[in-house]
């Protein structure tokens, strides 16, 4: 028979081991700080499922943003895996289309060998590059291929990009706004993050994309917030995309030989910019030329006898140039013919 003594210090070592051996995770945490507790393994495993047929069943039900997501983060073969389950159920869909088809594309004779070199700047992403020199934010998958990058949401400050020189992207509007949204911003919902739209204006002021810049515009004014916190850099951005819009049109407009068109459209620039240089001077150039060109027809109405005609058209050269003597002096000569023969028919009648 043992001593009390001695089954007391037994008991308080069995007490002393449970204690130990209950407390084995904790201490393990405490010597390894990067173990995982049994919580967070549990809770790692509901989030990505390690089980291939579960994580493909979750897969099934990815939408085109949350692919995006994937595919930002280098998860290719899943991204792969659910357009094609898309593209099965919806052959016509263009963005998974288009996604699907930059993941197996060659990207140098999709984009072409010619290509520039861009240093990485504090706020670039793939996605804002591959807007501004690509025509479409969702084909920065294939920018990356193109650069070899196996995740395209860690761009470094100070790296080197090759940038195509001819890419021939997509017409504008046949990849999706949302779509493209998310590509710029994969952490916000579509259409409603202030930085993804911001950014997708300002890469389409950047590449002169103008009327797409102003269709974001659109889409941001549809927002609460469009008249309060987003004001201070939505009006500035919306005004020099109208600005580069009209101005363009004006341009071309003038060209073409449309006149009245690109009067139209330097107009509706110094609405914006009363100061814009460029469209003042192409604006009274063509002024010039038009006062010229109704005096020149006046005067050949004039010479047939046209006269009310001919008055008319000189009433407008003088609406865009009071000053203008030579058109002044026939106008009064035409009115003064039309007195006399006016006073004939009267003797006559």
């Not at 070592?13 to 084995?24: E, I, Q």
């Not at 998860?75 to 919806?90: N, P």
């Not at 020099?240 to 459209?265: K, M, P, S």
């Not at 240089?277 to 005067?299: G, N, S, V, Y």
Request: contains cysteine.
């Amino acid at each position: 028979m043992m001593p009390a003594h001695t089954t007391l210090i037994r008991l308080v070592l069995l007490v002393v081991l449970t204690a130990f051996l209950s407390g084995c995770a904790q201490l393990q945490g405490l010597f390894d700080p990067e173990a995982e507790s049994a919580e967070d393994v549990v809770a790692a495993t509901d989030e990505a499922p390690s089980d291939p047929i579960a994580r493909e069943e979750q897969d099934e039900r990815l939408k085109i943003a949350e692919i995006v997501q994937l595919l930002q983060g280098g998860e290719m073969d899943r991204a792969r895996s659910a357009l094609d389950r898309i593209l099965a159920d919806d052959p016509g869909n263009r963005a998974a289309r288009g996604l699907r088809e930059q993941l197996s594309g060659d990207p140098q004779a999709t984009l072409g060998e010619a290509y520039f070199v861009h240093t990485v700047e504090p706020g670039d992403s793939l996605g804002g590059l591959a807007r501004e020199h690509l025509g479409d934010a969702t084909r920065f998958v294939i920018l990356a291929r193109y650069n070899d990058i196996e995740r395209p949401d860690r761009l470094l400050v100070g790296q080197r990009l090759r940038i195509p020189r001819d890419a021939a992207g997509p017409q504008r509007g046949e990849t999706d706004l949302d779509e493209q949204l998310m590509a710029l911003d994969p952490d916000a919902a579509p259409g409603v993050s202030d930085d993804g739209l911001r950014r997708a204006i300002e890469a389409d002021l950047a590449a002169g994309r103008y009327g797409a810049a102003l269709e974001v515009v659109e889409l941001a004014r549809e927002h609460p917030e469009a008249q309060n916190e987003w004001a201070s850099w939505l009006d500035p951005l919306a005004r020099d995309a109208t600005i580069g819009y009209w101005h363009r049109r004006g341009v071309e407009a003038r060209a073409a030989g449309a006149t009245e068109n690109a009067l139209e459209a330097f107009g509706r620039v110094l609405e914006q910019d009363p100061q814009h240089a460029t469209a003042r001077q192409h604006l009274d150039d063509l002024e010039q030329q038009r006062k010229e060109a109704l005096h020149a027809e006046a005067i050949v109405r004039y010479r047939n006898q046209d006269l009310q005609t001919a008055i008319a058209l000189w009433d407008e050269a003088l609406a865009i140039d009071p000053g203008f003597e030579a058109a002044r002096g026939y106008r009064l000569r035409a009115l003064e013919l039309q007195r006399r023969l006016d006073a004939l028919d009267n003797g006559a009648g």
